[in-house]
């Protein structure tokens, strides 16, 4: 069990590392499963690469539970109602949650018609992994390229309209299809696309992956059933709680860089990566 645990560990630092940056967790995680395999079930695997984003989630809702509680009396300067329960609840933290919930129509869309899992039987693999990091690395370089001219429009969370946030949503069904894309990678370049700021569309692509990634999880768990043994246990609470503390430190770096840079580094890093993992994979299919 020792092992496997020490196995979790290193699958909870990517997962920390990379869920956040733009740079693909998942694609990540299926590139480390070529290199270090759990020694778990097919199906463990595949809740375990989806649950394990919820320690992940949970910093999150740390580091930014005070925009994302929509109750509150002292501080809340523009109340739903002036009497009762209306009175205690947020205008501004309800609106922003009803935009997030229409950023995940398109993704409940997919769940229903039952495609998802189609999209996980085709692409989830290495060498779209590979694909997937590069081109998207390309496209992050020419959007900012472009936006090195442009204003953003949208510069606070208040100014994001519905259909903004749709279209958002819709960017983000390209990390659904595609693993490799990154999910905070596609809703951020949907975000720039449209004219969203740095700030903005990282606080969304944050604040988003609450309600998705939970969704996922729950789908995930239902799936595979409750009747754990103490070695996949013990490795999915180690990998979530490893997740959690990177997350932490992750988010916050994140948040103080883009403030003074662009994404463009990401975009190199997912190229170079995407070179050497197409690489990997081409050599090993000659020999």
């Excluded at 989806?50 to 949970?58: D, P, S, T, Y």
């Excluded at 910093?59 to 739903?80: C, E, Q, R, S, Y």
């Excluded at 729950?218 to 997350?247: D, N, P, R, Y």
Aim: charged share 15%; proline share 3%.
């Amino acid at each position: 069990m020792l092992i496997e645990i020490i196995k979790a560990i290193i699958y909870g630092l990517v997962e920390g590392i990379t869920e956040w940056l733009p740079i693909s967790s998942t694609g990540h995680m299926i590139l480390l499963d070529e290199f270090i395999k759990l020694n778990v079930s097919e199906e463990f695997w595949e809740m375990f690469l989806v649950v394990i984003q919820l320690g992940a989630i949970l910093a999150v809702i740390v580091l930014f539970f005070n925009k994302l509680w929509p109750f509150g009396t002292k501080t809340n300067t523009d109340p739903v109602g002036k009497k009762g329960i209306l009175a205690l609840c947020k205008k501004d933290v309800w609106v922003m949650w009803f935009k997030i919930l229409v950023a995940c129509i398109p993704g409940i869309i997919v769940v229903i018609l039952g495609l998802d899992d189609r999209f996980e039987k085709y692409f989830y693999n290495g060498p779209s992994v590979a694909v997937a990091l590069i081109v998207f690395g390309i496209l992050f370089i020419i959007v900012e390229n472009r936006n090195k001219k442009r204003t953003p429009v949208i510069n606070t969370m208040a100014e994001m309209t519905y259909t903004v946030a749709l279209s958002i949503g819709v960017f983000q069904l390209l990390a659904a299809i595609f693993p490799g894309t990154s999910r905070s990678g596609a809703t951020i370049i949907g975000a720039l696309i449209i004219g969203v700021s740095r700030t903005v569309a990282a606080e969304f692509t944050f604040f988003l992956a609450i309600p998705v990634m939970l969704g996922d999880s729950l789908l995930k768990i239902m799936k595979f059933g409750l009747s754990f043994s103490k070695t996949e246990l013990c490795v999915l609470i180690t990998g979530m709680v490893v997740a959690f503390v990177v997350s932490l430190f992750v988010i916050r770096f994140l948040m103080g860089y883009i403030r003074k840079h662009d994404f463009k580094v990401f975009g190199y890093y997912r190229i170079v990566l995407g070179l050497v993992v197409l690489g990997y994979f081409v050599g090993r299919a000659l020999l």
